[in-house]
């Protein structure tokens, strides 16, 4: 029988399906709290990629990776991610993130392939936006930017003491290599 659905049919599918795994293991975990207020105007701009959950769609990433945020007319914010691969070659995702808690502007909802919106919340904020964790509430998914292409290992060393008590496990993070001439 699913051998005769479409192409369309499967997506969808296979959509429904890790939104319902998604909400399973979201259920097993404490809620995941996000910072309490985002000012979206100081927040967009470039960020770079320190560490990441390893994860599918960035497998081929190998350094370099940065996130460009901008806001558009309506609203939403521009979303332009790339990387270097480990063949050399420059590779970009452009997607859409819209606020879904407009008293925080702390949870979005990010697609770049519509219409499959990803969770985006950001969970720990430097004062001075100086840095930022990423994360969703099922936990599988959880990225640490941060404004240079360098963090120094003190503040990786105290935003990661911080992630257990969020439900996330430090050690799974992998380092993103930045070089600082792009």
Same mark, same amino acid.
């Given at each position: 029988m699913i051998f005769a659905m479409r192409k369309r049919d499967l997506i969808?599918?296979?959509?429904?399906l890790g939104a319902v795994a998604g909400w399973a293991v979201a259920g097993s975990s404490p809620s995941l709290e996000t910072v309490p207020q985002v000012d979206l105007a100081r927040y967009v701009g470039r960020w770079y990629?320190? %560490?990441? *959950?390893?994860?599918r769609f960035e497998r081929k990433c190998g350094r370099d990776v940065t996130a460009d945020y901008s806001i558009k007319r309506n609203g939403d914010i521009r979303v332009v991610n790339s990387c270097v691969k480990s063949?050399? +070659?420059?590779s970009r995702a452009i997607g859409t993130a819209k606020v879904t808690d407009?008293? +925080?502007n702390s949870k979005l909802k990010v697609a770049f392939f519509w219409p499959f919106y990803g969770n985006y919340w950001i969970v720990d904020l430097g004062r001075? *936006?100086?840095? %930022?964790v990423i994360g969703e509430p099922s936990r599988r998914y959880l990225w640490i930017l941060s404004r240079s292409p360098q963090m120094p290992d003190e503040l990786f060393h105290q935003i990661t003491a911080r992630l257990a008590s969020k439900g996330y496990d430090p050690s799974r993070l992998i380092k993103i290599p930045q070089s600082t001439s792009r």
């Open positions: 969808i599918l296979g959509g429904l990629e320190i %560490a990441r *959950y390893p994860n063949s050399g +070659t420059v407009k008293s +925080t001075d *936006y100086d840095y %930022a």
